[in-house]
């Protein structure tokens, strides 16, 4: 007897390998698929009817600030510079570990809530993080944002808690946690911390999370300082590899897109952010042309400011019509795509396709919806016509998260009450400073 | 005792001269507002408790297709001309009246439920979406697209059904809905007809809604044929007017938005639809800085592929902030009053304000939500972080539409019902005719 089966639904696989099944059955297992299909003869513990609903991958958002989800608002409409200098950074100043529990509580709470069923974080107090990700059922790949700012005994002690952090949490919460390396950027860290970086994430066989080339400020200081861009940088210390997940990568040159593309390194591209704070637009479809795996995150709630991959789903596919003046470019299935099986290639999960044998990470989006009538084309609803909203069912490793809209790995209300007590205490603390 | 008082909720008045109330009530009698303050001494009927709600003006969706609703995602991904002539056309020739007072119903359901109490409307068989207006409850400004070609014969029938419709709605439904002239675009009318459509609508005193430059073909084809782009040549003939509203406006020089600005010309801009077919971006943040009244519209559905308003408004913000390099563009709050009061201007009526004598146009949306969670500034969430869905209740003309998200002036099972069967016949007939 298996643990559940999804029934009824349309069957949108993200297989390459195998049709969507109009009206079919998923089984899940101790945490993974067993079988896709039209119909089975297993019996299982649980059954969830998905009729009129599409079962598919859950939602991969490839960068995120789980944390800064408690600033989601707090300040908008600036200058990158005063957002970061005058709001933002004194604010974080005085975040304490019970603000990043809550504020990555209420992040997960929401990406469960829009299908997202897995992410990769860089962030501060990442103790509290990842607890938070392990009673919340999700599954992540964390690691400790470190900058060093050409300071070697901030290189030191950064190194130090990204090293500890790593070792300490890999692997936890059934497997669902694994963590990375985050140093910040190329402008905010020095060469030999870079290089330390690189060898320390061999040494340890863990993954490297990093923003790159998100600001044309960046761009200009890396030539002010190597004579060359980040990539090249990056790429002559020996850094760029298949284990690298590049944040933004808005300012790339058509010679650093090739060198992407031979050292096998993963995109985020956070196209809602990048507007946001007007950074830019990265050259995705040339990236997709190359062979570049260009997967979706939303970066922080700062910034964007909610953890909607349907709403990134949309804007990316959009974006990129209007840039390249051709609105064949990122149709809908590769948006799908970027969005399950390439999120789940950057973070090296065998998830991101409804396939036996890949672990069982599974919404439901429910399309008895007026905004999703009439039905001619599944894909183009989710992308263009849904939103996080229509989410009816989130299942991560095997397990129920959400259940016909209600969550049930949290007390949602509870968590919405701390979120809001913690936001009111930080200002408070924030305006004493001043 | 009037009919409804709305309790507790926060009111975002939109009013240049009245502040928001953190906790507040709104009165409603007789299709107006009576009341908008602290508290109040009145009684009604009706006591909507908007607790943990913000209390506004309803959306105001200046430039649609309500009817194409029918077919939401029929073809995406594609080129403009494709789109159109292999698609949309085809399929436009097969429409019923039923497809369209079903798809026009549909429309309205939408967009109750995500907040838009009025829409200026423009299409074909307009008697049956009239009619499903009228059932709806919504509020509109409806004409019938008219196209000449250059024909003389078309473009007389074109007029006298054109005039017909203006005069035979034009007030109906308590006033709800009110009629426009609808000559399609520059390029797709000729100069007589365009000069005849000016005079029947001062005489007829009604508004006059029409594409303008919405793509660069246009741009070129005016250029070629009259030796001037569009707006000159709608400006030459007397057809620019503070009646008229003119959707797109992508491709304008500086010296025609001081056209459109000294002419009262009243825009809709539809971003998601120019991203979406690839038509370019309008120069919105130089009209608004020169007082051009700019609105929001969705468009239609087959470009779009919702109705949702939030997210238009969010794309705007986005899509300026990006284009312009400067993160300041289109603040929260001058999005919400392109959405609301400078809609309502748009449409010549007295609402888009939370004001004592305005029409009770009025929503209330929900901030009880994760993705809405913590809240430090109310414009902020409604533009960044909200999604239509998050709509709680809609009231049109005092008439509440909506309560706690349950459609009160529509069978909502129903109508998805047959609009899914209006679809499935619409294919048949498409495809019988190839």
Redesign the interface.
Known sequence: MANIIIENGYILTMDPAQDDIERGVVVIDNGIITQVAESTDETANTVIDAKGGVVMPGLVNTHTHAGMT?F???A?????SD?LENHIWPAEAQLTDNDLYIGTK?AC??MI??GTTAFVDMYIHVDKVARAVEESGMRAALSYGMIDLGDETRAKSELKEGRRFVREWNGRADGRITTMYGPHAPHTCSRDFLGLVREYAFDDNVKIHIHVLETEDELNQMKEQFGMCSVNMLDELGFLDSDVIAAHCVWLSDGDIDILNERGVNVSHNP?S????????APVPKMLARGVNVSLGTDG?AS?????MF?EM??A???H??D?????V???RQVLEMATINGAHAMGTNSGMLKVGCMADVIIVDM?K??L?????IP??LV??A????VRTTIVNGKILMDDYKVLSMD?QK??KD??K???NL?LRVNEQE
Request: with cysteine.
């Open positions: 408690i989601r608002g707090y908008d409409d600036l200058t990158l957002w209420l709470l929401e809530r829009s809602v990048n507007m946001k704070l007007a950074s830019g637009i709630c964007n400011n909610n953890l909607n709403e949309k804007t596919a959009l974006l019509k209007v390249t003046s051709d609105p064949t990122m149709p809908a008895n007026p905004h009538t009439p039905i001619y084309d183009s609803h263009y016509s939103s996080g909203g229509d949602e968590v919405m979120a809001n913690a936001a009111l200002v």
